[in-house]
């Protein structure tokens, strides 16, 4: 119940492209669904993220879907850029229910943004 | 705000010695961090949860005699690798949640540091 998956695995869009990632979690109690972006050699930054009780969130280039119902999450990357070439996490935690709940990732997907 | 500085970024140990990382965060106090290990292309797999002035919590399969972590104040958590062999080489990354929400009611902190690439030779 606390697995999160995600797909796709990796992912190749072209400079000024829609970049989307998908993730589906099982605990309905999960109550906070953060992304992550990670170089690198990097820790991972946090990217944007959403409560369940909104169906979408935009900030800039990146936009996050949310399907309450069918228990999925996305990414939407507009105008790809080189730049964006990284590994994105999705993530889901129950932040509301105690001080320190842990984040349970996904696996990842590895995007490259060609010219 | 809500920066957490990681040390080491690298480190190389002989294989049977024991290796030291630090979790600072640098501009609010954490009551509680986490530490995570990540393999090449890999997510991220939680080794264990650390509460200021208490015991660790490990995740199952972590060995808690071979990863020791302290967190002795609200700012630092240490975790130490102990008798490190090869097996043991990795991305260790740590992360810090502060002790009060910040006002963003969606940036609810985790804060990650920018982890420490451990090679056990």
């Known amino acids: 119940q606390q697995q999160v998956k995600q797909s796709p695995q990796s992912l190749i869009v072209q400079k000024g492209g829609i970049s989307i990632i998908n993730c589906a979690y099982e605990?309905?109690?999960?109550?906070?669904f953060p992304w992550y972006q990670q170089f690198p050699g990097k820790g991972p930054a946090l990217l944007i993220a959403?409560?369940?009780?909104?169906s979408e969130k935009k900030e800039g280039r990146f936009t996050i879907s949310f399907n309450k119902s069918a228990k999925q999450f996305s990414l939407h990357i507009m105008d790809s850029q080189p730049g964006d070439s990284a590994t994105y996490f999705c993530?889901?935690?129950?932040?509301?229910?105690?001080?320190?709940?842990?984040?349970?990732f996904g696996t990842g997907t590895q995007l490259k943004v060609e010219l | 705000g809500a920066v957490v500085s990681q040390h080491p970024s690298r480190v190389i140990c002989k294989s049977g010695t024991s290796v030291k990382i630090e979790c600072r965060s640098l501009?609010?106090?954490?009551?509680?961090m986490f530490w995570y290990r990540q393999f090449p292309k890999q997510s991220l797999m939680l080794m264990a949860t650390?509460?200021?002035?208490?015991?660790?919590?490990?995740e199952q399969g972590v060995e808690k005699d071979k990863f020791l972590i302290n967190h002795a104040s609200l700012t630092l958590s240490t975790l130490t690798v102990t008798s490190a062999h090869p097996e043991d080489s990795s991305f260790y990354i740590c992360?810090?949640?502060?002790?009060?929400?910040?006002?963003?009611?969606?940036?609810?902190?985790?804060?990650f540091g920018s982890g420490t690439r451990l090679t056990v030779v």
């Open positions: 992360s810090a949640r502060p002790r009060f929400l910040l006002r963003d009611r969606v940036n609810y902190g985790y804060t």
């Open positions: 605990n309905t109690a999960f109550d906070y």
């Open positions: 959403i409560r369940p009780d909104v």
């Open positions: 993530a889901a935690s129950l932040i509301l229910t105690g001080g320190g709940n842990k984040l349970t």
């Open positions: 501009d609010f106090q954490a009551t509680t």
């Open positions: 650390s509460n200021e002035g208490s015991k660790a919590t490990y």
